[in-house]
């Protein structure tokens, strides 16, 4: 085992040595990239818009309060102003528009002789709302005063009296305010009027051109004994007049029936002059019934001169 050692130590020795001077070539450089010709640049992405906040459905019955509250206000016109007053024609279930203004105040005018019960507001902090009066006697009048503190505000009014309600809408604007407001009052005109048509009739003759010697008389009342039993009938040879008591205004009217020669009842037109039926023809009998089951009837019969009263007539 040594002596392999050694020669192969000699033999190493003797070996000549390898040059280290070998060089490693140069990295060969990248291609520069060629530009494209007319490249596009894509867009950036864009943002997802925004989901709207989704909106509470409103009630149908919500929707139809506001409806109808639209179509019930009544706006101020033109032609409806009285000098500065506007004057709106009153009628139930209305919303009246005012628009009043800080530093003004409105004068709401109610009907002169209307009492004032109550005035309720929605917002009593921002708006000042008081009352005064008028007059004196049948033409005392109630006034409601209403000012806002601030532009831009909005409220209801509601006014109750000894006759009606009033329903208002308050709006306050910038500068503009109504000086005062009241109203006409269609039914209480119509109520009027037909009061004095009323009287008119009840002090107007029965019927003109009447003459004293034309006047026929000779008619015989029977049947029944209720309140409206006419008190007398008579002709002037052209028209039959029949006169109840009174009592007839404040109860229900019998409808009046002419008998036909062979006994049968015929509706006839007629007229109501106060306490009269006014008939434009002459009947030999007639009877007013009034009542289903057990009707009352009441019979006129015209009696001619020098006949007697016909038979089978009730008294």
């Given at each position: 085992?040594?002596?392999?050692?050694?020669?192969?130590?000699?033999?190493?020795?003797?070996?000549?040595?390898?040059?280290?001077?070998?060089?490693?070539?140069?990295?060969?450089?990248?291609?520069?990239?060629?530009?494209?010709?007319?490249?596009?640049?894509?867009?950036?992405?864009?943002?997802?818009?925004?989901?709207?906040?989704?909106?509470?459905?409103?009630?149908?019955?919500?929707?139809?309060?506001?409806?109808?509250?639209?179509?019930?206000?009544q706006e101020?016109?033109?032609?409806?102003?009285?000098?500065?007053?506007?004057?709106?024609?009153?009628?139930?279930?209305?919303?009246?528009?005012?628009?009043?203004?800080?530093?003004?105040?409105?004068?709401?005018?109610?009907?002169?002789?209307?009492?004032?019960?109550?005035?309720?507001?929605?917002?009593?902090?921002?708006?000042?709302?008081?009352?005064?009066?008028?007059?004196?006697?049948?033409?005392?009048?109630?006034?409601?005063?209403?000012?806002?503190?601030?532009?831009?505000?909005?409220?209801?009014?509601?006014?109750?009296?000894?006759?009606?309600?009033?329903?208002?809408?308050?709006?306050?604007?910038?500068?503009?305010?109504m000086a005062?407001?009241?109203?006409?009052?269609?039914?209480?005109?119509?109520?009027?009027?037909?009061?004095?048509?009323?009287?008119?009739?009840?002090?107007?003759?029965?019927?003109?051109?009447?003459?004293?010697?034309?006047l026929h008389?000779?008619?015989?009342?029977?049947?029944?004994?209720?309140?409206?039993?006419?008190?007398?009938?008579?002709?002037?040879?052209?028209?039959?007049?029949?006169?109840?008591?009174?009592?007839?205004?404040?109860?229900?009217?019998?409808?009046?029936?002419?008998?036909?020669?062979?006994?049968?009842?015929?509706?006839?037109?007629?007229?109501?002059?106060?306490?009269?039926?006014?008939?434009?023809?002459?009947?030999?009998?007639?009877?007013?019934?009034?009542?289903?089951?057990?009707?009352?009837?009441?019979?006129?019969?015209?009696?001619?001169?020098?006949?007697?009263?016909?038979?089978?007539?009730?008294?």
């Open positions: 085992m040594k002596i392999i050692f050694v020669a192969t130590a000699l033999a190493c020795c003797s070996a000549p040595a390898i040059a280290q001077t070998t060089s490693l070539p140069a990295p060969t450089p990248l291609p520069t990239p060629t530009p494209v010709a007319n490249a596009v640049a894509k867009p950036a992405p864009k943002p997802a818009p925004r989901r709207p906040h989704a909106r509470k459905p409103v009630s149908p019955a919500v929707a139809r309060v506001a409806v109808a509250n639209r179509a019930a206000t101020p016109t033109a032609q409806a102003f009285v000098n500065a007053v506007q004057v709106y024609p009153f009628s139930d279930g209305a919303i009246y528009q005012v628009y009043a203004a800080p530093g003004a105040v409105t004068d709401i005018a109610l009907q002169p002789g209307e009492a004032l019960v109550a005035v309720a507001a929605g917002d009593t902090v921002r708006w000042v709302i008081g009352d005064t009066t008028s007059g004196t006697g049948a033409e005392k009048r109630t006034h409601v005063l209403v000012k806002p503190f601030s532009t831009g505000l909005a409220t209801n009014l509601v006014i109750t009296t000894d006759r009606r309600s009033y329903h208002l809408q308050l709006t306050a604007t910038s500068r503009v305010a005062a407001l009241s109203w006409t009052y269609p039914a209480d005109q119509l109520i009027a009027l037909r009061r004095a048509a009323e009287q008119a009739a009840a002090a107007a003759p029965v019927s003109e051109g009447l003459s004293v010697d034309s008389f000779d008619y015989a009342v029977s049947g029944d004994q209720p309140t409206w039993r006419p008190l007398r009938a008579f002709d002037d040879g052209r028209q039959t007049f029949i006169e109840f008591p009174a009592s007839i205004a404040v109860g229900e009217a019998p409808p009046l029936f002419v008998i036909g020669p062979t006994g049968e009842a015929e509706l006839v037109n007629y007229r109501v002059r106060g306490r009269f039926y006014v008939v434009d023809r002459i009947f030999d009998a007639a009877e007013l019934r009034l009542g289903t089951r057990k009707a009352q009837v009441v019979r006129i019969d015209r009696v001619a001169e020098g006949r007697p009263q016909r038979k089978g007539t009730r008294s």
